[in-house]
């Protein structure tokens, strides 16, 4: 049973629950390991009160921090990148293009939600609550790839927890490319835990492998998208982060090292999609 943090978090037996339930839910054929991981890291996760600001990061040795405000900017970001996506799409297919309006209403809701004293107020423009899977295909689908981005981001944070406990976490005074290796060895662990068996679960459920691979393959980089913007309009590296376009590019190794899949295709549009509104959004191109 998970105990109060403090008065401004929490980390009761239902917040427990709901993170095992979230990286099960993604990725079945893990349980066993996910167990395992909970058990031998202790892993603790805190939800904190929205006045903290945006806020997903790792504690000190076992404990996952995060605020409402963090998930409902990710939910919101990959619904705008799957909205990126079929606007670019609209431009390439020579018909009607679609109206732009509704990707710059998005992501200037993903934009208020990160900035307002209360996010959870904000309303949602018509899209379903955070870890809803409505039955409508027009939101079905950017809902899932909204909750792969946030077990990416969630797996990213325990990877920093196992850096401490495993002693080869960065400390202050270290120098910056140490700081941002670390960063990046954390996208890859969020990445392959989620891809790596993805074998496993396609043939325990009688799935299409590929099918399953570039689903979870987009929702991660959905997640990497969903830092554009969290860190709007700085996106530049720091003393203690890689550049986005610098994560997207690993990511790009990762995900697609045999060349140009689908997952790369839809993102790379709705990347282009993304910089009809924010010119200046980092791409594959991008510069450190």
């Known amino acids: 049973m998970g105990v109060k943090c403090s008065t401004n978090k929490r980390s009761d037996a239902e917040i427990q629950q709901a993170a ?17 991981l909970w058990d031998y890291y202790q892993l603790q996760f805190c939800l904190f009160t929205d006045d903290e600001g945006v806020m997903l990061e790792g504690g000190a040795y076992r404990y996952v921090h995060f605020s409402q405000r963090a998930l409902r900017v990710i939910w919101v970001s990959a619904f705008a990148a799957w909205e990126a996506y079929a606007y670019a799409q609209s431009a390439f297919d020579g018909g009607e293009l679609r109206d732009v309006r509704r990707l710059e209403d998005l992501l200037s809701l993903a934009l208020e939600i990160r900035e307002a004293s209360d996010p959870e107020s904000v309303p949602l423009c018509g899209l379903p609550e955070p870890g809803t899977l409505p ?94 913007v969290l860190a709007h309009p700085n996106w530049g590296q720091t003393q203690s982060h890689p550049s986005v376009a610098g994560r997207l590019r690993a990511m790009r190794c990762l995900l697609s090292a045999d060349g140009l899949d689908e997952a790369l295709c839809i993102v790379g549009l709705s990347l282009t999609g993304l910089k009809q509104v924010w010119p200046n959004a980092p791409d594959f191109l991008g510069h450190p």
């Open 20 to 36: 095992k339930a979230l990286f099960l839910g993604l990725a079945p054929e893990r349980k066993g390991e996910l167990e395992r």
């Open 135 to 228: 039955s409508d295909p027009q939101f079905r689908v950017p809902a899932e790839l909204a909750m792969f981005a946030t077990g990416w981001a969630m797996l990213h944070e325990v990877r920093h927890l196992k850096h401490q406990q495993e002693g080869t976490s960065t400390a202050e005074g270290d120098s910056p490319d140490l700081a941002r290796a670390e960063e990046l060895s954390c996208d890859r662990f969020a990445a392959e835990y989620l891809i790596e068996k993805v074998t496993d679960y396609a043939q325990a459920h009688s799935a299409n492998e590929a099918k399953v691979r570039t689903k979870r393959a987009l929702g991660i980089y959905f997640g990497v998208v969903s830092l554009i």
